[in-house]
């Protein structure tokens, strides 16, 4: 496997070339191997409309250019409809109180929007995983806001069943 080197504030890390995730997603992996399961895809989803409404916002405020924030939103709709999926590699139990998966998601984001852009995965000079794609976003609203939206998603399945089992009682 051809690796690329990326750093982050703890140092250089290889990551798979192929990868459009980063530093952080690669050390997250390493470091907390803990259940082996992958996101849910609900939860990938709902993060990733967190940071497509952050892109759109941050647009409006004149916070983020219309080419970056373009390119963030369309990397957005893509995933939502069910590419680069496979990239959300984040054990669900994982430290950090959701940062990882955070992470994730901002580091996909950001290497498929740099390549919408004309750069390489990994270079982040022009769309970076934390000025660009999570800007004016914290962790700690951002992924509880992603856990509601994808409870949401998957409340309307629970509903719709725990109607026909009301329905086979009466």
Request: charged share 20%.
């Amino acid at each position: 496997m051809d690796y690329r080197k990326e750093s982050d504030s703890i140092g250089e890390i290889n990551v798979p070339v192929e990868a459009y995730y980063g530093a952080q997603t690669a050390r997250a992996v390493e470091n907390f191997p803990i259940t082996g399961q992958k996101l849910h895809p609900a939860l990938v989803r709902a993060i990733v409309i967190v940071k497509k409404a952050a892109a759109l916002a941050n647009k409006t405020a004149g916070q983020l250019s219309a080419n970056i924030a373009d390119a963030i939103v369309k990397v957005c709709d893509e995933i939502l409809s069910g590419k680069l999926t496979e990239w959300f590699v984040v054990d669900p139990i994982q430290g950090g109180a959701g940062t990882s998966i955070n992470m994730n998601a901002n580091e996909v984001i950001s290497n498929r929007a740099t390549e919408l852009l004309g750069k390489k995965r990994g270079d982040y000079s022009l769309i970076n995983p934390n000025d660009h794609v999570n800007m004016g976003q914290s962790t700690n609203d951002a992924f509880p806001t992603a856990i509601r939206i994808a409870a949401l998603d998957l409340s309307t399945a629970l509903i719709d069943e725990m109607n026909k089992l009301s329905k086979a009682f009466t």
